[in-house]
């Protein structure tokens, strides 16, 4: 792998003969792709290589460089791309470092203030992916699909849910009635504006800090959408658990920032926002179960818990009565902590 890993440098034009070179692999988080630190000369480099399981990994690793290309290029707060290799279908960019935005929310001394200053940052960011990054794009730079549609939010939400969250980790079957539900819901949604960039996992460990500001990563996945999904999925993310009245504040505070950049009516993201936010706590509880049952990522499973209390917040809350079915079951459901 190593040498491999060199010979990919030098295709690039990154490694010179006679260079210091030097490599050392680490984790992704769900990802099966391949992720390598490596010294080129004076260069901190990371290369990833695809992932050995997954049938469309050639695609993704395409898109990776060539969306990080695009974004990059209009200003968004992405790592440098410097290269794709055809031959290996491998990805070169620069080095951020290795802090997560959720390892500095996690420090026992971390402070509120600092918190705040770098949840505004990533969405004063996203809001700049979501306009910036959808100017020029082009869909065909989406491997899986070039749009966050009505197939999508059934199958890999709804469904996903059903499947790997209910039958899969709870053991349970979800009722009938559960169906009705899950059509009304991606109808609703299915009617909002989706012609802005959707990173789809906007999340705390897919923000980095790097000179103390934070940068997107792990964008192989954009395609076509809504706004409201990646905040949803920042402030409502499991692995933070955010109090609700920051969840509210920092709401505001990204509406805020995309005036900057797009004329927006508050009434109308809002009568959609909870909505969507439902869609994605679907999503990650069917990913955590499928994560660490299937996949043996033990990692995910202690976040299932604090996603299960959202999606019972969300029924019990702001959607009470507007999903009946799913109400009803997941009220009736044991808790995650108890299994």
């Known amino acids: 792998m190593r040498l491999l890993i060199k010979d990919i ?8 003969a006679g260079d210091e070179f030097a490599c050392r ?28 399981t997954l049938n469309q990994a050639e695609a993704e690793a395409r898109a990776s460089f060539f969306i990080g290309r695009h974004l990059y290029d209009r200003g968004v707060a992405v790592p440098r791309p410097y290269a794709y290799d055809e031959e290996s279908a491998g990805v070169i960019f620069e080095d951020i470092g290795t802090v997560l935005l959720y390892d500095e929310v996690s420090r026992p001394a971390a402070k509120s203030s600092a918190i705040k200053k770098y949840y505004g940052q990533a969405l004063a960011a996203l809001a700049v992916f979501q306009v910036r ?12 699909t070039k749009r966050y549609d009505h197939g999508l939010m059934l199958e890999r ?3 996903y849910f059903s499947r790997e969250f209910c039958r899969g980790y709870l053991t349970v079957s979800p009722p009938a009635g559960l169906e009705d539900d899950f059509s009304r819901l991606v109808k609703r949604v299915g009617r909002v504006s989706a012609d802005y960039l959707l990173h789809r996992d906007f999340q705390s ?10 940068k997107i990563i792990d964008f192989q996945g954009s395609r076509l959408g809504p706004l409201a999904y990646d905040p949803a999925s920042l402030l409502n993310d499991p692995y933070v658990n955010l109090a609700h009245s920051w969840r509210r504040e920092l709401l505001s505070v990204y509406l805020r920032e995309l005036t900057k950049y797009t004329a927006v009516s508050e009434l109308e993201f809002m009568e959609s926002y ?10 990650v509880l069917g990913a955590y179960s499928f994560l660490s049952r299937v996949k043996g990522k033990i990692f995910f499973k202690r976040f299932i818990a604090p996603a299960f209390s959202d999606l019972l917040a969300l029924l019990r809350g702001e959607l009470k009565g507007v999903y009946p079915h799913l109400q009803r079951f997941v009220t009736g459901c044991p808790s995650p902590e108890e299994l």
Do not use: K, T
């Open 9 to 16: 440098l030098q295709r690039a034009g990154l490694l010179a």
């Open 25 to 52: 692999s680490f984790g992704g988080d769900g990802s099966d792709r391949l992720f390598f630190r490596c010294r080129a000369g004076r260069r901190s480099l990371i290369v990833i290589l695809p992932s050995p």
């Open 133 to 144: 990054g959808r100017q020029d794009f082009n869909p065909d730079f989406c491997w899986d």
């Open 157 to 159: 939400e709804c469904h």
């Open 205 to 214: 460990r897919n923000l980095m800090i790097h000179n103390d500001g934070v």
């Open 274 to 283: 909870y909505h969507i936010a439902l869609l994605r706590n679907l999503q």
